[in-house]
């Protein structure tokens, strides 16, 4: 998919740039569960920061020329998350980018501290509903090939949501325009960077007769 570039006002892009600037080599990396839209918010930001844009379920599926759903079903789940944890090692040496994660990526301690030492990490927070709507368009997410998706995802989010509030940002990932969340994240970069904040719109000023 190819993004237009897309068109900022002057105080955006003078805060994009600066962002870019604090960053140095670290990546920008998107943690969340499955559905949470990871890979379309990242492809987004990484337009808007000018990055490149790195999805590690895609690197890993190159290196084992297989799809997720043949890996798990070949190898099984240890096998995947082996060679998830090496393929974010390895790309998190080639930063600055906007790289998006699978969402047991950020579960493995090495793969945490790997994104600590790297990056800077954002978790794209999401409701059930939300994220049940998103999976629902695709099957090829092994973990939910079973008869209660939602039962799973529920367990996951039990399980993993106290893991990812150790991120460094957290984003509402909500069901609005993936460019709003993009803005979302772009701010809250820029706060946490120590970056200049956008100006409030001006108030529109009352006409007086
Ligand atoms: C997984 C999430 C998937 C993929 C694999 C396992 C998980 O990525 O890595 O199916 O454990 O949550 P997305 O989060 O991009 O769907």
């Known amino acids: 998919m190819t993004l237009r570039v897309a068109e900022h006002s002057k105080d955006r892009d003078r805060q994009l740039a600066q962002i870019r600037q604090s960053l140095g080599t670290r990546s920008v990396v998107l943690i969340g569960l499955m559905g949470a839209g990871k890979t379309a918010v990242g492809r987004r930001l990484a337009n808007w920061l000018d990055l490149p844009f790195t999805d ?17 079903a070949e190898h099984g789940e240890r096998y ?92 509402e990932s909500r069901e609005v325009p993936h460019e709003v969340i993009v803005g979302n994240v772009v701010d809250a970069l820029a ?12 108030a529109r000023r009352k006409k007086v007769h």
Do not use: H
């Not at 290196?63 to 798990?72: H, L, M, V, Y």
């Not at 998350?81 to 998006?100: F, H, M, N, T, Y």
């Open 56 to 72: 590690a379920d895609s690197e890993i599926e190159q290196a084992a020329g297989q799809s997720i759903k043949e890996i798990f």
């Open 80 to 171: 995947f998350r082996d060679g998830e944890r090496k393929v974010i090692a390895r790309l998190l040496e080639s930063g600055p980018q906007v790289l998006a994660t699978g969402g047991g990526a950020y579960m493995n301690p090495q793969t945490r501290a790997a994104i600590e030492a790297g990056g800077i990490s954002i978790w794209l927070k999401a409701e059930l509903r939300v994220l049940m709507k998103r999976v629902g368009r695709r099957d090829n997410r092994p973990l939910l090939a079973v008869d209660d998706p939602e039962t799973v995802m529920k367990e996951l989010m039990a399980e993993r949501n106290p893991v990812y509030t150790k991120a460094d940002i957290t984003v």
């Open 191 to 202: 706060a946490k960077l120590g970056c200049d904040a956008m100006p409030a719109p001006r």
